[in-house]
Each structure stands twice: as structure tokens, then as C-alpha cells.
């Protein structure tokens, strides 16, 4: 791979080594002043991926080494930055984003060069004419974590152990390997001397942080609104009131959303309380089972498993928006909170 | 089951083991093995955690603790003694499939009727593993369960590492879950640039693409092939609603025309009727329903199962776990060629009258005090329905 692509995939694991070779020790990487500009793209690569999700990448083809090198070394001092300060938040979204913005540049690359990224990953690929062969294993192992229908195995041409998959998808399946190879690395061990080198951009990345995530409110959703309910869940509740019998996976979906948006165990015991054939107990044991006796309640399941057993029911506009019934619920509280802001704003002006 | 009936079953399947050959699964050592032995019955005890670095010392212990029931783990674990899961460090599992009669959608009361209906589904499963997955015939090895199904183990290295949602991907293919039939065949809106749905064309797969495409197009073609083929197809074709005699003979004319026909495989559909096209729809669901093997998911997505020893004996038939090869299955009768025991005759007390059929005899079997072939002695015994001797 020429210095331009591994400038591009940095995460490749031929730009380590590569960026070995040239020697710059951690010191110079941190401290060296002509190589402020790398370490001003290193952050940049932080604030957009908080900001924007994606990573703007530089056109390469034109330029000189000079600006390769330090598009390059960038991509370690952004790691060095997200270990620092080290939210797992943080960590996720800039994993996302540098997978996301390098999926995208995949999808203009030719063949061989999407043959040489897989095979960095461990996945073999052959190509074809039009179209890509990848082993089904190496395929439900990027795939699974897909939410939408159509990359179910079930719905793929499957041919003696082969999957059929186009140039795009392939570049959509390689984001996930990224994702994973990115997020599992971080954070990196880092010093606290390191840090204390980087003070400036931590504290700018720390503020635009904290920014998104009040903006989204992700750490306390507060009480419980049933009126931001899902339709899934609404429609559950209201068949659990007039006493019908919901099947085993809608329950359990039904019983860890209510756990996760922070009703108890006794809430939940009671709204189960109006079937005749009632069981506290065994109820209670369940719905304790599914809360966790350490205190993590399962997760419920995404949207796509909820279509796969005919439990996603009435999805409304809302749910275009959404992959989970937690997020849902997440946005439609926050877009609330938002508006009666609104108006007390208005009211006191 | 009393101590006396315990202690007969104890000694025939004591000398079975003195001969039998336990069949050794890859990297038996590291794998968890359990038991539930006759000396802890009639409690049903579980012990499990063990470990056995050598063939002999595996023999023995079958031929001197003589297990009722025997498992070993589909996982390979590090440490596979250690007494509790998180200690033991998972390394990876075999890819295993369970087929039951019990979770089948209709259950006949028969034994054999059921065993019957589990070894169709049994090779519909073969069909999807060989075709689709591309497994080899070595690569798959089935077992019949001495009970009421079968247990399909595949080793290959490149399944091993699966984790429990990739392994429900797969059971999701075999049995049709999640399916969007809309995709492979029926009307399908297209947006046009405007990005408005107004144009619609009717899609159909082709027997090349694979997947549930291809099977989905050889069904219906087989199907429809069959009808032009025998006795009065017009009648038969326009027994299906919205079939007409015009559209019946168009499509007697396109199957009796190998161009048209070749062109039909390969998905191609202009030629064929708007009626036509409906009963296509039609046959598409169908085949889906006909196509799918019903596997037991929970047992697939269970990395760290215990699953039964083939070549040992299930307790509660008397009937040995047997392994098979593709090309036995098609033919094998359980109930003849699992049976280890021989025919010479057992006293037995018989508490549930029961009808057996075994190596070809059928007995109605009465309450009471009698003599009975010892295969089907040790059997209805094993399934709590008679005690050993005359009181």
C-alpha cells in the first residue's frame, strides 16, 4: 500500500508498522512544533466525529508528502486524545466516525484494493465480474450487528458456503471490522504526563463533549414518560391490561424497556397484576431474572429483532428515525424536554 | 423404576460398554463430559465438570461407572474441569443442529411415525448445510439421538469461533425466519427518478442466484413441471383460484417448451400471464413453508451445551446414539438399526400397555407379568413401563 492509502487507513495494520519505520518517537509526536499541524488534524479528527459524526478526509492525490505524513501521524495523536480522556461515549462515536468516513472512501476505491483492506481484517474476499464471494461465517460475522432486513443471512444469495455481495456492501461490511478494530483498541495506556502535554485540546474536546451530550441527554433520562412510549411497547401495555398472554420474546422485550428506562421491579409486578391466572412469584422471579441480580438489566432488543418475531407493531414516523425502542424513547423525551424549554423561554420573555 | 430393574439395566448396559466404541468427538480432551449414572437413580443426578485426557481412561469409565446418559460439551474449553462456566475459558464449540419430533408442527402419536417425520426434516437440514453452506459430507456429522430426533455436529474449523448471534443467523436461514419474500418474487415498486413508487414489475429469481431465491424458483418450477406431466393438468391447474383454461394451456405450452422453460429457470418471466404470475406468488409462500427445517434454535445458539456421546445408549430408550453418514440416513430405521440388544426372552412386569414396534415385530403389549424379546424388554423398561421379573 503506498504512503497516500495508509495516510487514508491509518487503522491498516501496515501504517503502524510504516509509521514505525519513520522513526518519530512519542516525544516528537507530542512536542515537535513542525508538526503542529498534525497534531491540530488529530484533534480536528476528534471534534468531527463528536460534531458530525464523520471525519472530513483530505483529497491526497495532489499533494505532497508533506501533507500525507502529517494526515497520517494525525490519526495517533486522536487516539492518544480519546484515551485521555477516556468516556466510553467518546470512544464509540469516534470509532463510528472513523469507520463511517473510511467505508465511504472504500466505496470508490477498485477491487484489489478492497481485497488487500479485507484481508487486513482477516476476511477473505474473491472478486468477480460484478460482485464480490465472501465466506458466510466471515459474513454473519460482520453482518450480524447490521439492523436493517436485507442483511439478514436469510435474505442473501447463499450459494455452497458463499455469499453474494456487492463492491458497496462490501465497503459497508468492512466499516464494521473497522468500527471493532478501533473501538476494542481504545483506550490506549496512556500517561498522565502525556495528557498533561495535551491539556489545551483536551479541554477544548471535553467542552464540545459535554455540549453533545447534554444536547442529548444521555446519561439521566428522569421519570418515566409513558406517553414517549414506542408503539411497541404502548401496544404491549395495552394488551397486558386487558389480560391477553404476550409471547415469551415480547415480554422479555417489554420487561427490560421498562427495567431500562427506570420503572422497578414492584412497578412492573403490578401493571402484570390483572390476569386471573396471576403468579406473583413466578412473575416477580422473572422479572427479577431479566433485571439482573448485579444490577444491569438485560438490554432490550433492537428494532430489526423485534421485526424478526413479528413483535414490532405500528411503527409510526418516529420510528424511521430509530434502530432501537430505547432511542425512541431517548429522542422523543429529549425533543419534549426541548419544546417546553421553548416555551418558558417564551414565557419569560 | 425399582432397584431390581435398575440393577438389570445397570448390567446389560455394563456389557455393552465392555465392547461398545465410544465415538471419540475432535479435541475430546478439551471438552466437558457429564453423566447421570444407574447408582444415583431413581434421583436424577447430573455429574458433570469432568474432563478425560485418554481414550482408555474415557472406556473405562463408561464400563465401570456405566452412565444411564452420557454428554459431552459442543465447547472446547481451556480448562474443562474447572467446577464452575467462567473458570473453564471458552475457546470455541462445534456448530450443532437439534431436530426433535416434539417441535415439529404436527405430532403423530406413533413412535415411528414421529421418528419418520423427524428424518424428513433431517434431510432437508442436509440439503441446506451441503447446498447452501457448503458443507462437505465429512464435514457433517449426524447422529440420530436414541430418542425422538436427530443431532447434526460440524467441527469445521471455520464455525467454531461463531458466537450464539451469528449462530442464530444461520438457524434463521434453515428455517425461513425473517424472510422477505417480497424481495425474491411478486409485484415489486420501483422508484423512478422522481422518487416516486409508480412503476412496478414483477420479479422472480433465478434457479443461479442461490439462496432462498434459487430454491424458491426449482420448487415452483418442479411443482408446476409435475402437474404438466401427469393426468389432465388443465384440471388440475385450474383448480387453483384465478386459473383459467386460457392460462392453464399458455402454461402447458411454456413447460412442454425446453427454450421457454431454460428461460423460466434462469428467471426470466416475461412470457408468462398476470394470472400466471399470481399462482407463481402463490407457490412461492408455499414453498417456503415446505422447504423449511424446523431446528431447535436455543440448542444451535448454545455455545457451551452438553449434547448426548454418539455410540453410547440413551437411558431412557435403551437405544444407541448412532452415527450416520449422508448417504445411510435416507434408508436407516431407527428402531432396527439402533437396537443393541439381542431377542432372547426377559420376565417383565408391564405397568403401561404400550404398543412396540422394533426390528420389524410389532407387539401390543398388555399389562402384567411376560416374556418379551430383551431389546424391547430393556426398552419399555428404560421407559418406565415395566419393571424387571415376575413381581
Redesign the interface.
Known sequence: MDSKSLALYPFVTEAFSYVETLGFSLERLLNSRALDSARFRGKERVLQSIEDGEIQKPGLSGSGEEKTFLELLSYPFSRILVSCINDSYLIRRYALAEAESASKLLKTENKDFLVEIANDFNVSITPFDSHFAMHFTDYIKLANTMKDLKWKLVNRRLKRGYVHITHEEVARLLQEAIRDRIQNALPLDVSSEVCNTCNSHIDEIKEVLQNRKSDINIDDMGEVDTESFPPCISNAISGVSTGANLGHSMRFALTSFLLNVGMTVDEIVDMFNVSPDFDEEKTRYQIEHIAGSSGAPYTPPSCQTMKTYGNCYGGDEFCQKIKHPLNYYRKKLYKKAKKEKEKSQQQDG | MNDKTLRFLKKRFQDYYQDAHIHLPPEYTSREWGFILFDDMPKTVMRRHMAFGSSGELQDYFSWTVPAHAYYSVAYYEYPNASNMKDKNWLQSDLIFDLDADHLPHVPDSYPEMLENVKQEALKLYDFLS?????GEDDINIVFSGGRGYHFHISHP??RS?GS??RR??V??IS?????IS?IIGKSYVSGDSGRRDASMFVFPSEN??????KINRYIISYISNIVNSNKPIKKLTDFSGVGKTTAEKLVNIFNDEKQLSLLKKGKIDMVSNTSKNLFEHLGKQAVDNLIANVDEPVTADVKRLIRVPGSLHGGSGLRVTTLSASELEDFKPLENAVVFKDNPITVNVTQPSIIEMKGNKYHVDEGVQDLPEYAAIYLMCRGGAEYGSN
Do not use: K, N, T
Open positions: 447446498d447452501d453452506f457448503g458443507f471455520s464455525v461463531l448471534a451469528e443467523e444461520i434463521d436461514y425461513g425466519r425473517g424472510l422477505d424481495q442466484d442461490g439462496g432462498w431465491g434459487a
